[in-house]
């Protein structure tokens, strides 16, 4: 749940999966006993934002042989009875040995949530709510670490912040950028790196952790749990206990947004059995589907294209619904998707065991009921169940973290108190158990997946052309799939052992391709995107244009100057629709239409109205619509509504026994600043004012530490985001 973990392994090939001819897939089965190795042990439950959750373990990673764990237990043991070793809420063990490694001992103090390797692995990124990790600033709640030592790695520094007590949950990467779900209302703002507005989700670069100022997804209320790249780098799925994402109703627990610019493109679907309590705890989006793992004991496969419900599985038992648990993990380990849950009793397949026992499904509405203890394991391919896989393991809060490590193992994590030997004898656990492949295959590594391909028309023939694959072994050749829809059934048409294919002889129509490469042990890839192309004496658009970005509105009285960026379209944009609301929830209706960049919204009534644009060509295609910003106007002036921006440089000019002097750089407004208000971080109270860019707080007691912020104001009573802290002690 708290992570995310590209495993660089694959352990089965779905038999559902069409193979290349010659091709043999894969075998690599889990065993259900568990190998000895060390544990981790009490786990804190009094003053952290989890004390709900009792589990020592919440996210598993690997660096070379190293087995990361993190969690919120306080210490390691070889055996249960063993003395204990004081090494709190992150620990290393030997992924052979499952023996503890001393040497990494990095000192955080509170629980740790999300685990993610960089992908060179001279970086270990650490998510949680702990604070600035050995005193070194601008590492609460996500920081750095040297894999091998665990010392800070001060080159790389988040400065995430929050009011409150920050916190991670979530972490992935696409290579370039480091995704950050949890809670929290900025990032950056200092060392030369702009603070961005990030509401509980931000897009950090690797190299050096500056945000991208244009990913802002705001995300009401709770906190981000999951979070997921797709892989095409398009969208970023977020799943949590938010109650909406960019005002947008129907986002509850689960949105897509844009990664470029963190708009909702892409709102919740899925028809919850629940829906006075639709949380999720993880989200994966990998090969055309998103998984969607929550509660009321669901796992959902959701298609890409528009987030419809592929499959649904459940767990309890209809005489004890109870018996059953949450989902709160997903992790991809080859072609399985494993979701981790606090479920023992029974695992329906295909069905909604709440549902049927509250007489919405028939009874039996379901594939297929297998026994289940806290794991999972479904088709990475389609979504289907996996009923070859049991584990033998016991706990009470269940498993809350999984990882597929590179010898084959795999290995999970919650409050796991007994697992089996293979002489079927039971052993005591310690949060965590490692489960082994008996016949682990060597070449066990899929292909990258073709990019760059594209498909043009010939006369009656398809012609496909992609960027060539790479593999650890090397590229036996690539299939090509062709369906008559993008979310129709994909035959085999044929393979090619160069990066080029023609379909030839088709009939007017249009078709959609996608490929997979494959190696000589028959690891597949996984598939590319869909790709249309029309055969047809007529050239057929299909291709939708980008989505709107730089929208402005200005208000002039009772008109609106609407304003933005332009997009793009393959062939070229025709223009522009625009459509307006009376609330950011309401039925939005078409008001007109433009061919330049900007729209006049003229003779209005006095009051708010909301705003989007969707751009479209020639063939009719429509982008998707941008993220909507309202406006209020009144006839002969203008509410002005924008917050000045934020003060920096807040510093200490100088102090007595009872007043301090401080000065901060000037704020902007689009109209003007009118002043300051000077704030004691302690109460929230404000303490002084000032027209200036200096005031002074007086009434202080002697020998007293205080910590400062300051925001400006506006004559219309709009204040910006709060200052730096700054702390100072009376004389």
Same mark, same amino acid.
């Given at each position: 749940?708290?992570?995310?973990?590209?495993?660089?392994?694959?352990?089965?090939?779905?038999?559902?999966?069409?193979?290349?001819?010659?091709?043999?897939?894969?075998?690599?089965?889990?065993?259900?006993?568990?190998?000895?190795?060390?544990?981790?042990?009490?786990?804190?439950?009094?003053?952290?934002?989890?004390?709900?959750?009792?589990?020592?373990?919440?996210?598993?990673?690997?660096?070379?042989?190293?087995?990361?764990?993190?969690?919120?237990?306080?210490?390691?043991?070889?055996?249960?009875?063993?003395?204990?070793?004081?090494?709190?809420?992150?620990?290393?063990?030997?992924?052979?040995?499952?023996?503890?490694?001393?040497?990494?001992?990095?000192?955080?103090?509170?629980?740790?949530?999300?685990?993610?390797?960089?992908?060179?692995?001279?970086?270990?990124?650490?998510?949680?709510?702990?604070?600035?990790?050995?005193?070194?600033?601008?590492?609460?709640?996500?920081?750095?670490?040297?894999?091998?030592?665990?010392?800070?790695?001060?080159?790389?520094?988040?400065?995430?912040?929050?009011?409150?007590?920050?916190?991670?949950?979530?972490?992935?990467?696409?290579?370039?950028?480091?995704?950050?779900?949890?809670?929290?209302?900025?990032?950056?703002?200092?060392?030369?790196?702009?603070?961005?507005?990030?509401?509980?989700?931000?897009?950090?670069?690797?190299?050096?952790?500056?945000?991208?100022?244009?990913?802002?997804?705001?995300?009401?209320?709770?906190?981000?749990?999951?979070?997921?790249?797709?892989?095409?780098?398009?969208?970023?799925?977020?799943?949590?206990?938010?109650?909406?994402?960019?005002?947008?109703?129907?986002?509850?627990?689960?949105?897509?947004?844009?990664?470029?610019?963190?708009?909702?493109?892409?709102?919740?679907?899925?028809?919850?059995?629940?829906?006075?309590?639709?949380?999720?705890?993880?989200?994966?989006?990998?090969?055309?589907?998103?998984?969607?793992?929550?509660?009321?004991?669901?796992?959902?496969?959701?298609?890409?294209?528009?987030?419809?419900?592929?499959?649904?599985?459940?767990?309890?038992?209809?005489?004890?619904?109870?018996?059953?648990?949450?989902?709160?993990?997903?992790?991809?380990?080859?072609?399985?998707?494993?979701?981790?849950?606090?479920?023992?009793?029974?695992?329906?397949?295909?069905?909604?065991?709440?549902?049927?026992?509250?007489?919405?499904?028939?009874?039996?509405?379901?594939?297929?009921?297998?026994?289940?203890?806290?794991?999972?394991?479904?088709?990475?391919?389609?979504?289907?169940?996996?009923?070859?896989?049991?584990?033998?393991?016991?706990?009470?809060?269940?498993?809350?973290?999984?990882?597929?490590?590179?010898?084959?193992?795999?290995?999970?994590?919650?409050?796991?108190?007994?697992?089996?030997?293979?002489?079927?004898?039971?052993?005591?656990?310690?949060?965590?158990?490692?489960?082994?492949?008996?016949?682990?295959?060597?070449?066990?590594?899929?292909?990258?997946?073709?990019?760059?391909?594209?498909?043009?028309?010939?006369?009656?023939?398809?012609?496909?052309?992609?960027?060539?694959?790479?593999?650890?072994?090397?590229?036996?050749?690539?299939?090509?799939?062709?369906?008559?829809?993008?979310?129709?059934?994909?035959?085999?048409?044929?393979?090619?052992?160069?990066?080029?294919?023609?379909?030839?002889?088709?009939?007017?129509?249009?078709?959609?391709?996608?490929?997979?490469?494959?190696?000589?042990?028959?690891?597949?890839?996984?598939?590319?995107?869909?790709?249309?192309?029309?055969?047809?004496?007529?050239?057929?658009?299909?291709?939708?244009?980008?989505?709107?970005?730089?929208?402005?509105?200005?208000?002039?009285?009772?008109?609106?100057?609407?304003?933005?960026?332009?997009?793009?379209?393959?062939?070229?944009?025709?223009?522009?629709?625009?459509?307006?609301?009376?609330?950011?929830?309401?039925?939005?209706?078409?008001?007109?239409?433009?061919?330049?960049?900007?729209?006049?919204?003229?003779?209005?009534?006095?009051?708010? /109205?909301?705003?989007?644009?969707? *751009?479209? $060509?020639? &063939? @009719? =295609?429509?982008? +998707? !619509?941008?993220?909507?910003?309202? %406006? #209020?106007?009144?006839?002969?002036?203008?509410?002005?509504?924008?917050?000045?921006?934020?003060?920096?440089?807040?510093?200490?000019?100088?102090?007595?026994?009872?007043?301090?002097?401080?000065?901060?750089?000037?704020?902007?407004?689009?109209?003007?600043?009118?002043?300051?208000?000077?704030?004691?971080?302690?109460?929230?109270?404000?303490?002084?004012?000032?027209?200036?860019?200096?005031?002074?707080?007086?009434?202080?007691?002697?020998?007293?530490? /205080?910590?400062?912020?300051?925001? *400006?104001? $506006?004559? &219309? @009573? =709009?204040?910006? +985001? !709060?200052?730096?802290?700054?702390? %100072? #002690?009376?004389?």
């Amino acid at each position: 749940m708290f992570k995310r973990i590209s495993a660089a392994i694959v352990m089965v090939l779905s038999s559902l999966a069409i193979l290349p001819l010659g091709a043999t897939p894969v075998a690599a089965e889990i065993t259900d006993y568990g190998e000895d190795t060390w544990g981790v042990y009490e786990s804190v439950l009094d003053g952290t934002l989890t004390d709900r959750i009792d589990s020592e373990v919440m996210a598993i990673e690997q660096i070379g042989n190293t087995i990361y764990v993190g969690g919120k237990f306080t210490e390691v043991r070889q055996t249960k009875n063993s003395a204990g070793i004081a090494r709190p809420f992150l620990a290393a063990f030997d992924a052979t040995t499952g023996d503890y490694i001393a040497s990494f001992d990095p000192n955080l103090d509170r629980p740790v949530y999300a685990l993610q390797a960089s992908p060179d692995g001279s970086r270990l990124f650490v998510g949680g709510e702990f604070g600035d990790v050995d005193g070194i600033a601008n590492t609460k709640a996500l920081v750095a670490l040297d894999p091998t030592t665990g010392d800070v790695d001060t080159t790389w520094r988040s400065r995430i912040k929050r009011d409150a007590r920050a916190v991670v949950f979530s972490l992935d990467h696409d290579g370039t950028w480091l995704y950050v779900g949890g809670g929290f209302s900025s990032v950056g703002g200092s060392g030369g790196v702009p603070e961005v507005f990030a509401v509980r989700a931000a897009k950090l670069r690797l190299s050096d952790a500056y945000p991208d100022t244009n990913f802002a997804p705001v995300v009401s209320g709770g906190s981000v749990w999951g979070i997921s790249v797709s892989p095409d780098g398009n969208s970023v799925y977020l799943a949590g206990y938010f109650t909406s994402v960019n005002v947008i109703g129907g986002t509850q627990g689960f949105v897509g947004v844009d990664n470029s610019t963190g708009q909702s493109i892409r709102p919740g679907r899925i028809d919850h059995n629940n829906q006075g309590r639709p949380y999720y705890q993880d989200v994966l989006s990998v090969n055309g589907l998103v998984f969607v793992a929550g509660m009321e004991h669901i796992t959902y496969a959701l298609s890409s294209t528009d987030l419809s419900v592929v499959t649904k599985h459940s767990t309890g038992r209809p005489e004890n619904f109870g018996t059953g648990g949450d989902y709160q993990d997903l992790e991809l380990v080859g072609d399985r998707v494993y979701a981790a849950c606090h479920c023992r009793g029974s695992h329906y397949a295909d069905g909604d065991l709440f549902n049927i026992i509250r007489g919405i499904d028939p009874p039996g509405s379901f594939s297929r009921e297998d026994p289940i203890k806290f794991v999972a394991a479904y088709s990475a391919i389609d979504g289907s169940y996996d009923p070859s896989f049991q584990l033998d393991v016991s706990g009470s809060s269940g498993v809350w973290a999984v990882h597929g490590a590179t010898d084959g193992c795999l290995w999970v994590g919650g409050d796991l108190t007994r697992s089996t030997r293979a002489n079927g004898t039971d052993q005591a656990r310690g949060g965590f158990s490692k489960h082994c492949d008996d016949a682990f295959a060597a070449d066990d590594q899929r292909p990258s997946t073709p990019t760059g391909v594209s498909v043009n028309s010939s006369d009656d023939d398809a012609v496909l052309s992609w960027t060539a694959s790479t593999d650890n072994v090397a590229v036996a050749g690539y299939s090509i799939y062709r369906a008559d829809s993008n979310n129709g059934t994909a035959l085999l048409v044929g393979t090619s052992s160069t990066t080029s294919f023609t379909d030839a002889g088709l009939a007017d129509g249009t078709y959609w391709y996608y490929l997979r490469a494959f190696d000589a042990a028959g690891n597949l890839s996984w598939r590319t995107g869909y790709k249309p192309v029309t055969i047809s004496d007529v050239v057929v658009d299909t291709e939708r244009p980008s989505t709107v970005n730089g929208m402005t509105l200005s208000p002039d009285s009772l008109t609106v100057e609407v304003s933005w960026n332009a997009a793009s379209d393959n062939i070229g944009v025709a223009g522009y629709r625009i459509y307006r609301g009376s609330s950011a929830n309401g039925s939005f209706v078409a008001i007109g239409e433009s061919t330049s960049t900007t729209y006049d919204d003229l003779g209005l009534a006095e009051g708010t /109205y909301w705003y989007y644009i969707r *751009a479209f $060509d020639a &063939a @009719g =295609n429509e982008g +998707w !619509r941008n993220g909507t910003k309202s %406006v #209020t106007v009144i006839d002969g002036g203008v509410i002005d509504t924008e917050r000045p921006s934020t003060p920096t440089g807040l510093l200490l000019a100088g102090k007595t026994s009872n007043s301090v002097d401080l000065t901060w750089n000037a704020s902007t407004d689009n109209v003007g600043v009118t002043g300051y208000q000077i704030i004691d971080e302690a109460t929230g109270n404000v303490v002084g004012t000032s027209a200036t860019t200096a005031g002074t707080v007086s009434g202080l007691n002697p020998g007293t530490s /205080y910590s400062f912020f300051v925001k *400006a104001i $506006d004559a &219309a @009573g =709009n204040t910006s +985001w !709060r200052s730096n802290l700054r702390a %100072v #002690t009376t004389n």
